[in-house]
C-alpha cells in the first residue's frame, strides 16, 4: 500500500513547529518572546513585545498631604523650640527670684542680727550704769569707823575708783613713820616749815603737794585724814609708782 506523503508531511511539520514552540516558550519566555505554533500550512508568526512600565499616577492631593505633613512638622519642632526657649526663661525667672528671696532673707538676717547686738549693747551699757550707780550708792551707804583703820579704808576705796595704786600696809606703814597716825600732825622744823610751807597730816604733805594731787570727791582741808591720804596716794603713785615703794621721807 502506498505511503500517503501528506500525512507524513504535515505530521513532521507539526512537530517541528511544536518543537520550536516549546523551545521558544522555554528559553525566550522571560524576553518576552512569544512563539505560536499553528497548523501545517499556516504560517508561523512570532512577535516580540518590550514590557511596557506601569503608569506611575500623581495627584496634588498626594502633594498636598505631603505638605501639610512637613508643614506640621515644622510647626511641630517650631512649637517645641518655643515651649523650651518659655522653659528656660520661666527657669531663669525662678531663679532670679530665688536668689532675689535669699539675698532678702540675708539682708533682713543681717539687719535682725545687728538690732539684736544694738540691743545687747545697750543692755550692756544700762546694765553697767545701773551697776554703777549700785555701786555709788553702796559707797553712799557705807560708814567707816572714825578711826585710823576707817580712814585708810574710805581712802582705798576712793583710790579703787581712780585706778590708784595702794595697799593698806603700805599707807598704815607710811603714816606710822610720818605722824604716828596724828590727822593734826604739823612739822615746824624741816627745810618745807623754814620756807612757810610745813607739812600737815596724816602723810605730812605740804599745801602745795595736796592741791597738785587733791583727789576729786575729798575735802579740800588739808587736815581731813581721807583727803590728806588720798592725795598723797596720788602723788606717790606718780613719782614713786605707788605708795608702798616709799619707805622714808618723800
Known amino acids: 500500500m502506498p ?20 523551545a521558544g516558550v522555554a528559553t525566550l519566555g522571560a524576553a518576552a518572546i512569544g512563539f505560536s505554533a499553528v497548523p501545517s500550512g499556516a504560517s508561523t508568526k512570532t512577535t516580540t513585545e ?12 498626594q502633594i498636598k498631604d505631603v505638605k501639610a505633613s512637613v508643614t506640621d512638622q515644622m510647626a511641630g519642632a517650631s512649637l517645641k523650640a518655643e515651649q523650651i526657649a518659655a522653659k528656660k526663661k520661666a527657669d531663669a525667672e525662678a531663679a532670679a527670684k530665688k536668689k532675689a528671696a535669699a539675698e532678702a532673707a540675708k539682708k533682713k538676717a543681717a539687719e535682725a542680727a545687728k538690732k539684736k547686738a544694738e540691743a545687747a549693747r545697750k543692755a550692756k551699757e544700762a546694765a553697767s550704769r545701773d551697776a554703777k550707780r549700785a555701786e555709788a550708792k553702796k559707797a553712799a551707804k557705807k560708814s567707816y569707823p572714825n578711826n585710823l583703820d576707817g580712814w585708810i579704808r574710805e581712802s582705798l576705796d576712793i583710790l579703787k575708783k581712780h585706778d590708784i595704786p595702794a595697799s593698806y600696809d ?54 581731813n585724814p581721807v583727803a590728806n591720804i588720798t592725795a598723797a596716794c596720788n602723788y606717790a603713785a606718780d613719782k614713786y609708782g605707788s605708795m608702798d615703794n616709799v619707805n622714808s621721807a618723800y
Open 170 to 223: 603700805g599707807i598704815h606703814r607710811n603714816i606710822m613713820r610720818e605722824s604716828s597716825g596724828n590727822p593734826k600732825a604739823i612739822n615746824n622744823w624741816d627745810i618745807n616749815a623754814i620756807n612757810g610751807i610745813p607739812s600737815k597730816g596724816l602723810l605730812q604733805v605740804i599745801p602745795p603737794t595736796f592741791k597738785a594731787y587733791h583727789v576729786p570727791g575729798t575735802s579740800w582741808d588739808i587736815y
Open 50 to 61: 518590550a514590557a511596557q512600565p506601569a503608569a506611575v499616577a500623581f495627584s496634588t492631593e
Open 3 to 22: 505511503k500517503n506523503i501528506f500525512s507524513r508531511g504535515r505530521s513532521r511539520t507539526l512537530t517541528r513547529h511544536h518543537k520550536i514552540a516549546m
